[in-house]
C-alpha cells in the first residue's frame, strides 16, 4: 500500500494529511477530530457523513480521501458556533427539530450548500437538494419547517 | 475492488500515458461512487481525472457536447432550448451522488439499472474516445453491447454529443422503484417528433427491466403515423412488441410482473414524450 500525501483546506484551514489509497474520506476526516461527520450507512445513502466539497454537498463516506487533494472542504465545525449558529442551526433550535441529533449535521450541510447556492429556493430544490439525507427518527417535518422558517426569513445566505 | 495506489495526473496524455503503462491494474477514476459495487475486485491504482478539463457544456447546432468529467449536477442545472437531460438527473440517486458521480462514469461500464444509457439511446447522439486515434461511435453502436469492451488500456472516454431536440419534438424519461432512491425496476426513455397531433419520429429504449438497456426499433416503427395520445391501441402496440423480449425478476416480482410494468412504463414514456412536444409546439 502506497501512503501518500494529499493537501486540502478544510474549513479555512490548510491541512495535510498522509493517506492509504483505500482509505475513505469520512475516516480520515473523524481520525482529525471532525466529529461531527458521522459514520452511518458507509456506502452513500444516509447522508450522515455529509460534508460540502468546493460548495457542493458530498457524502465522504464514499470518497477516496485522495479525491480530496487541492479541494476545499467544509464540516459543520466550520458553520456557525454557540455564540453565532447559522440561521439553519438557530432555526432547528427553536422549532425543537432535533431528536437523536445523529444526521442534523450532515442535513446543516446539505441546507448550507442550497442556501449558499440559492438562498431563496423553489419547493422542488428544496427536495432535491435534501433528498439524501434520511432522518431515522423520522423527524423530517420539523427539520422541514425550519428549513423554511430560515428561507421566509431571507437569512439564507447568512452563516 | 481494493484501491492499493493513486496517481493525480494534470493533462490528458498523462493521464493516458498512465492507464497504458499500468494496463489492466489501472483504473480511470473520477467521482468513484460505482467502485462500492467491485467491492471484491482485484487491486487496482486509480488515476484520478478531475483535473483533466473534462468537465462541462458546450452548445453547437448540431449538438451539445458534453465532457465526460462532467457532474450529473452541472447536467441538471444546465438550461438550453433543446436540453432535455433535467428531467433525467433529478431521477437519479440522491443529491449528494449526483454532485459526484459523472456522466462518463454512467456509461464507461453500464450497470442494469443505469439511467443515462437509456436516455442517451432515446435521444440520440455520439461517444467521443480517445485512444491512439480519437473514435466516435453512435450511441447505437456504444451501447450494442457492454462498452467497457470497447476500451483498452489508455483510452479514455473524453466527450459525449447529445442531440437536441427540435421545437416540435418531445422528450420522457420515466422509471419505476420502489423508494425514491432504490435503483429501477424498469426505465424508459422516449423522443416523439408531432405533427398535426400524429406522431412522425420516435426512438425509444428500455432497461432495469431487461439485461442490458436497448433500443425497441418495433415501436418505433409502430408509433409512426399513429395517435400517441390513443392510450388503448398505444398499450397494445407495445405490449406486441415488447413480447420477444426477456424481462428479469426484481425485487420479488415475477418476469411476466416486471414485463407488464415494463409496458406500461414504455407507453407512459411514449405518451409524455408527445405531450411534451405538443407543449413546446405551443
Known amino acids: ?159 | 475492488m481494493k484501491i492499493v495506489d493513486f496517481i493525480i495526473p494534470e493533462k490528458l496524455p498523462d493521464a493516458r500515458a498512465a492507464l497504458l503503462e499500468l494496463g489492466e491494474k489501472g483504473i480511470p477514476a473520477a467521482g468513484c461512487t460505482a467502485f462500492q459495487f467491485y467491492a471484491d475486485g482485484p487491486e487496482r491504482t486509480a488515476v484520478l481525472l478531475n483535473r483533466l478539463d473534462l468537465a462541462g457544456i458546450r452548445s453547437t447546432p448540431e449538438a451539445f457536447v458534453i465532457g465526460a468529467g462532467t457532474p450529473l449536477t452541472t447536467l441538471h442545472r444546465f438550461e438550453a432550448e433543446g436540453w432535455a437531460l433535467n428531467g433525467v438527473i433529478a431521477q437519479i440517486a440522491s443529491h449528494q451522488i449526483r454532485n459526484i458521480s459523472t456522466l462518463g462514469g454512467n456509461i464507461a461500464r453500464v450497470f442494469p439499472w443505469a439511467d443515462l444509457p437509456v436516455a442517451l439511446l432515446a435521444l440520440d447522439g455520439k461517444i467521443l474516445i480517445q485512444g491512439r486515434e480519437p473514435r466516435t461511435y453512435t450511441v447505437d453502436q456504444y451501447f450494442k453491447t457492454q462498452p467497457a469492451t470497447l476500451f483498452t488500456p489508455g483510452d479514455l472516454l473524453t466527450s459525449i454529443e447529445v442531440t437536441p431536440l427540435a421545437p416540435n419534438t418531445g422528450f420522457a424519461h420515466v422509471k419505476q422503484r420502489m423508494k425514491s432512491e432504490s435503483f429501477s425496476m424498469a426505465t424508459a426513455s422516449a423522443r416523439v417528433t408531432i405533427k398535426d397531433g400524429i406522431a412522425t419520429d420516435c426512438r425509444a429504449a428500455i432497461g432495469a427491466c431487461i439485461p442490458f438497456p436497448t433500443r425497441i426499433n418495433a415501436i418505433e416503427e409502430a408509433l409512426a403515423g399513429s395517435d400517441p395520445s390513443d392510450r388503448p391501441a398505444l398499450d397494445q402496440a407495445v405490449t406486441a412488441t415488447l413480447k420477444p423480449l426477456s424481462f428479469l425478476s426484481k425485487e420479488g416480482m415475477s418476469k411476466d410482473y416486471i414485463r407488464h410494468l415494463a409496458a406500461t412504463t414504455l407507453a407512459d414514456a411514449i405518451q409524455q414524450a408527445a405531450q411534451d412536444a405538443q407543449r413546446r409546439l405551443s
Open chain 1, 1 to 159: 500500500m502506497n501512503r501518500k500525501t494529499i493537501t486540502c483546506k478544510i474549513n479555512g484551514v490548510q491541512k495535510e494529511f498522509l493517506v492509504d489509497p483505500d482509505t475513505r474520506l469520512q475516516t480520515v476526516l473523524r481520525d482529525q477530530g471532525y466529529a461531527s461527520v458521522k459514520f452511518g450507512c458507509g456506502e452513500g445513502a444516509c447522508g450522515a457523513c455529509t460534508i460540502i466539497m468546493n460548495g457542493e454537498a458530498v457524502y465522504s463516506c464514499i470518497l477516496y480521501a485522495f479525491q480530496a487533494d487541492g479541494q476545499e472542504i467544509w464540516t459543520t465545525e466550520g458553520v456557525g458556533s454557540l455564540d453565532k449558529p447559522h440561521p439553519f442551526q438557530q432555526a432547528l433550535v427553536e422549532e425543537g427539530a432535533v431528536q437523536c441529533g445523529f444526521c442534523i449535521p450532515g442535513m446543516i450541510m446539505s441546507a448550507k450548500a442550497l442556501l449558499d447556492r440559492e438562498p431563496d429556493p423553489s419547493e422542488e430544490e428544496i427536495r432535491l437538494s435534501m433528498d439524501g439525507n434520511i432522518c431515522r427518527c423520522t423527524g423530517y417535518e420539523k427539520i422541514w419547517t425550519a428549513l423554511h422558517k430560515v428561507i421566509a426569513q431571507g437569512k439564507g445566505r447568512e452563516s
